[in-house]
T-cell receptor, first 113, second 114 residues
């Protein structure tokens, strides 16, 4: 049972425009969320996180938005750059019950120069 | 700091064999988790070790096992390999001394079962 879902397997965006990657979850007890970026032949690298006590967290060009009522989070990249082309995974956890993180299936972002 | 290292990077085994994968976490990180990545399935959690104890376990058969040593290095073992075990196996470590939960991943071991 996939508790974290990324329904868009791929996304293409023009350089300089906004990239919006979406993630939905089913477990209302999830209270911590992260985004990772993965290049081919490398492990995922941490991008940004958000706790359920917040609805927005920003780090440079990356902003994560959390809508708890909709069980939805999104990652905004502004402006998008060709180097952002990678697979993006969202992950979620219920920290009260342990440190197991549930990952989505990933969205492949292509930024077109 | 050196990153998470995994050995070997690539492995080819035949059905029925067993395999052991190794992971060295970032220095000072005591939590080590293992994930299986297959096309279309994302990262599936296998297990997490902390201070040589398995703290969490995912929904995988008993053929998948692991251990952690006193220096936090970890190994995972898969016995009686099946074709469906072909995947990228990722190890991740994280610190447990602060309220930070991001994991640092190694490059993975690509296992092919023929």
């Amino acid at each position: 049972d996939q508790q974290v879902k990324q329904n868009s397997p791929s996304l293409s965006v023009q350089e300089g425009r906004i990239s919006i990657l979406n993630c939905d979850y089913t477990n209302s007890m999830f209270d911590y969320f992260l985004w990772y970026k993965k290049y081919p032949a490398e492990g995922p690298t941490f991008l940004i996180s958000i706790s359920s006590i917040k609805d927005k967290n920003e780090d440079g060009r990356f902003t994560v938005f959390l809508n708890k009522s909709a069980k939805h989070l999104s990652l905004h990249i502004v402006p998008s750059q060709p180097g952002d082309s990678a697979v993006y995974f969202c992950a979620a956890s219920d920290l009260n019950t342990g440190n197991q993180f549930y990952f989505g299936t990933g969205t492949s972002l292509t930024v077109i120069p | 700091k050196a990153g998470v290292t995994q050995t070997p990077r690539y492995l080819i085994k035949t059905r029925g064999q067993q395999v052991t994968l190794s992971c060295s976490p970032i220095s000072g990180h005591r939590s080590v988790s293992w994930y299986q990545q297959t096309p279309g399935q994302g990262l599936q959690f296998l297990f997490e070790y902390f201070s040589e104890t398995q703290r969490n376990k995912g929904n995988f058969p008993g053929r998948f096992s692991g251990r952690q040593f006193s220096n936090s290095r970890s190994e995972m073992n898969v016995s009686t390999l099946e074709l469906g075990d072909s995947a990228l196996y990722l190890c991740a470590s994280r610190t447990t001394v602060s309220l930070r939960y991001e994991q640092y991943f190694g490059p993975g071991t690509r296992l092919t079962v023929t």
